[in-house]
């Protein structure tokens, strides 16, 4: 009988180291008493123990225990970690997951080394330990994290800039665009990466882009023009356009940022002084060179509003149709008028009182006629002025109206007097001294005008309604209330007394106040959800003539109907 190792036996651990060492990993065996049958060599290079821990016949808490007191532990960084494991908890910790049928884990073994470990325990109950350097693995994945979270903030610094910016590469494509960029054509960011300037704006502006992109790219020299952009909803964008290349020799890129100048850029003449009380303004547009226009009219109408207007666009050319806008708000005048030129009307704004007179003075002595007047709710004596105006309709802005809106009420005013004989000049022109004659009040255009923000309430306000066949309006808040009123003479209003932007009892003072000199008395009933006294006293103070309480119902509506629009009611009930 031989002492000495079968030569098989010999066989196979060489055939095991070799595969260890082709594989770039290291392999311990143990036998189900928790010995170890098998460590090939190259697990002194994960853990450096002497060697005879690694010998067949070691006891696998052995190997543990020689395994942490070397520090390279897996999980422990042993330069900076202060926590210090208890050795016996440590080894029991780990001899639990040699018994475990399956387990695997990526794990820190040293400052810059990561090892991948995989236990296995086969039925005959021999245990399997493999282990593999992925240090390089886990740095390329930190490094991609690291790209991705770059990348992710890289896009939201871009979006967050109020100038538009895009990135083109080497064949002029875009790869980058952040979100102004996106709202001066009205595109989604899929819609414009990956295309070129051929496919978003005309031939002749896309030569020219094309052109200026490849002096960048083959110079290296920034490219700047002052250029008057026309967004997709029809405002004017006067912006400075600067262009740079970008990026590594081969892989250049340019990065294009319109600095918009819109409000801030004035020129002045050569030693002239801006006067102290004087609004910034551009002196010379000359500057600026015709690029991008976005806008697209048939895109931007309401087809709902033109079918409500009558089909305005056949019966009524908008050419020659003279409109004045009278505001203080810079805004509102140049989105308004920018909207009303660009549908082919003649319009132009006045800023206060005396240039309105003046104007009048100044179209009479030409012979001229006005066609309607859009009169901002905001404007400054704007009850005394639309008292003293004759002939022209008046129409109610604010700058919260949508220009599409506002030339299709034009379309249906001017459709609406179309064939009506115009009155002599001195009939309609603005005189501040003559005395101020009421209008008679004017026919209500909707039964009921529902002042609420909530949108479940308003749907129930708009069944309730329906149902009863009352025509109606829903305002999402007092302000908007305000304007509705103006424009509609509703013949009973359903005010919510808490919203945004103004609340009900303002809204109610304003109407009220609005109401004096035109011999006529609104209906304002206070909707409230709680019957506090102090709601109660101010919807009584504000001037409602009534409150009903939330949740509302069929028969409280039909019972203000009956009290407040007896003629709608009986007609309701029949």
Same mark, same amino acid.
């Given at each position: 009988?031989?002492?000495?190792?079968?030569?098989?036996?010999?066989?196979?651990?060489?055939?095991?180291?070799?595969?260890?060492?082709?594989? +770039?990993?290291?392999?311990?065996?143990?036998?189900?008493?928790?010995?170890?049958?098998?460590?090939?060599?190259?697990?002194?290079?994960?853990?450096?123990?002497?060697? %005879?821990?690694?010998?067949?016949?070691?006891?696998?808490?052995?190997?543990?225990?020689?395994?942490?007191?070397?520090?390279?532990?897996?999980?422990?960084?042993?330069?900076?970690?202060?926590?210090?494991?208890?050795?016996? @908890?440590?080894?029991?910790?780990?001899?639990?997951?040699?018994?475990?049928?399956?387990?695997?884990?990526?794990?820190?073994?040293?400052?810059?080394?990561?090892?991948?470990?995989?236990?296995?325990?086969?039925?005959?109950?021999?245990?399997?330990?493999?282990?593999?350097?992925?240090?390089?693995?886990?740095?390329?994945?930190?490094?991609?994290?690291? #790209?991705?979270?770059?990348?992710?903030?890289?896009?939201?610094?871009? #979006?967050?800039?109020?100038?538009?910016?895009?990135?083109? @590469?080497?064949?002029?494509?875009?790869?980058?665009?952040?979100?102004?960029?996106?709202?001066?054509?009205?595109?989604?960011?899929?819609?414009?990466? +990956?295309?070129?300037?051929?496919?978003?704006? %005309?031939?002749?502006?896309?030569?020219?882009?094309?052109?200026?992109?490849?002096?960048?790219?083959?110079?290296?020299?920034?490219?700047?023009?002052?250029?008057?952009?026309?967004?997709?909803? +029809?405002?004017?964008?006067?912006?400075?356009?600067?262009?740079?290349?970008?990026?590594?020799?081969?892989?250049?890129?340019?990065?294009?940022?319109?600095?918009?100048?819109? #409000?801030?850029?004035?020129?002045?003449?050569?030693?002239?002084?801006?006067?102290?009380?004087?609004?910034?303004?551009?002196?010379?547009?000359?500057?600026?060179?015709?690029?991008?226009?976005?806008? @697209?009219?048939?895109?931007?109408?309401?087809?709902?509003?033109?079918?409500?207007?009558?089909?305005?666009?056949?019966?009524?050319?908008?050419?020659?149709?003279?409109?004045?806008?009278?505001?203080?708000?810079?805004?509102?005048?140049?989105?308004?008028?920018?909207?009303?030129?660009?549908?082919?009307?003649?319009?132009?704004?006045?800023? @206060?009182?005396?240039?309105?007179?003046?104007?009048?003075?100044?179209?009479?002595?030409?012979?001229?006629?006005?066609?309607?007047?859009?009169?901002?709710?905001?404007?400054?004596?704007?009850?005394?002025?639309?008292?003293?105006?004759?002939?022209?309709?008046?129409?109610?802005?604010?700058?919260?109206? #949508?220009?599409?809106?506002?030339?299709?009420?034009?379309?249906?005013?001017?459709?609406?007097?179309?064939?009506?004989?115009?009155?002599?000049?001195?009939?309609?022109?603005?005189?501040? %001294?003559?005395?101020?004659?009421?209008?008679?009040?004017?026919?209500?255009?909707?039964?009921?005008?529902?002042?609420?923000?909530?949108?479940?309430?308003?749907?129930?306000?708009?069944?309730?309604?329906?149902?009863?066949?009352?025509?109606?309006?829903?305002?999402?808040?007092?302000?908007?209330?305000?304007?509705?009123?103006?424009?509609?003479?509703?013949?009973?209003?359903?005010?919510?007394?808490?919203?945004?932007?103004?609340?009900?009892?303002?809204?109610?003072?304003?109407?009220?106040?609005?109401?004096?000199?035109?011999?006529?008395?609104?209906?304002?009933?206070?909707?409230?959800?709680?019957?506090?006294?102090?709601?109660?006293?101010?919807?009584?103070?504000?001037?409602?003539?009534?409150?009903?309480?939330?949740?509302?119902?069929?028969?409280?509506?039909?019972?203000?109907?009956?009290?407040?629009?007896?003629?709608?009611?009986?007609?309701?009930?029949?």
């Amino acid at each position: 009988m031989s002492d000495g190792a079968p030569s098989g036996a010999d066989i196979n651990r060489v055939i095991l180291e070799s595969s260890c060492d082709a594989l +770039g990993m290291a392999v311990l065996v143990c036998g189900r008493d928790d010995t170890i049958l098998f460590a090939s060599r190259t697990m002194l290079q994960f853990f450096p123990v002497p060697a %005879e821990a690694l010998m067949p016949g070691t006891r696998l808490r052995d190997f543990l225990g020689a395994v942490y007191d070397t520090g390279v532990r897996p999980g422990t960084v042993p330069e900076s970690s202060r926590r210090r494991t208890n050795r016996e @908890d440590w080894i029991a910790e780990h001899m639990a997951l040699h018994w475990r049928e399956r387990y695997e884990s990526v794990e820190r073994a040293g400052r810059t080394r990561w090892v991948s470990m995989r236990k296995r325990r086969l039925s005959s109950g021999m245990g399997i330990l493999s282990i593999s350097d992925v240090s390089d693995q886990k740095k390329r994945d930190e490094q991609l994290q690291t #790209d991705l979270e770059r990348v992710e903030l890289t896009e939201q610094i871009l #979006d967050a800039q109020p100038n538009p910016i895009c990135v083109k @590469d080497r064949n002029l494509n875009y790869i980058a665009v952040n979100k102004a960029f996106c709202l001066i054509h009205d595109l989604a960011q899929d819609a414009i990466l +990956g295309r070129s300037a051929w496919d978003l704006v %005309e031939s002749e502006l896309a030569e020219r882009f094309e052109q200026s992109d490849r002096m960048v790219l083959e110079s290296g020299k920034p490219h700047s023009q002052a250029e008057h952009i026309v967004r997709a909803d +029809g405002s004017d964008l006067w912006v400075l356009t600067r262009k740079y290349r970008v990026g590594m020799p081969g892989r250049h890129f340019v990065v294009t940022c319109m600095n918009d100048v819109t #409000d801030i850029a004035v020129w002045y003449q050569s030693g002239e002084e801006p006067p102290a009380a004087a609004s910034l303004q551009i002196r010379d547009y000359s500057i600026f060179a015709a690029a991008q226009n976005f806008y @697209d009219p048939f895109r931007a109408l309401n087809v709902q509003q033109l079918v409500e207007a009558g089909s305005m666009i056949e019966t009524l050319p908008a050419r020659g149709l003279r409109v004045l806008l009278a505001t203080d708000d810079r805004s509102l005048e140049e989105r308004l008028v920018a909207r009303l030129r660009g549908s082919g009307l003649d319009a132009c704004a006045v800023r @206060d009182a005396d240039e309105l007179q003046a104007f009048c003075a100044a179209i009479d002595e030409a012979g001229l006629k006005l066609d309607i007047l859009l009169l901002d709710t905001a404007f400054p004596e704007r009850q005394k002025i639309a008292n003293a105006w004759r002939d022209s309709p008046i129409l109610p802005v604010s700058v919260e109206h #949508d220009g599409a809106a506002v030339l299709a009420d034009v379309f249906r005013v001017c459709s609406e007097r179309a064939g009506v004989a115009s009155p002599q000049q001195s009939e309609w022109s603005l005189s501040f %001294e003559a005395e101020e004659i009421a209008p008679p009040p004017p026919a209500p255009q909707v039964d009921v005008l529902v002042a609420e923000d909530n949108q479940i309430n308003q749907f129930v306000f708009t069944q309730i309604l329906e149902g009863l066949g009352v025509s109606h309006r829903i305002a999402a808040n007092g302000r908007e209330a305000v304007e509705l009123w103006h424009e509609l003479q509703p013949a009973l209003v359903l005010m919510d007394v808490s919203m945004p932007v103004m609340n009900g009892f303002d809204a109610t003072v304003a109407i009220r106040a609005a109401e004096k000199g035109r011999g006529q008395k609104t209906p304002i009933i206070g909707v409230t959800a709680q019957a506090l006294d102090i709601d109660l006293q101010q919807c009584k103070t504000s001037g409602m003539d009534d409150h009903i309480m939330k949740p509302v119902s069929p028969d409280m509506i039909e019972a203000v109907l009956r009290k407040f629009m007896p003629v709608k009611a009986i007609r309701t009930a029949g």
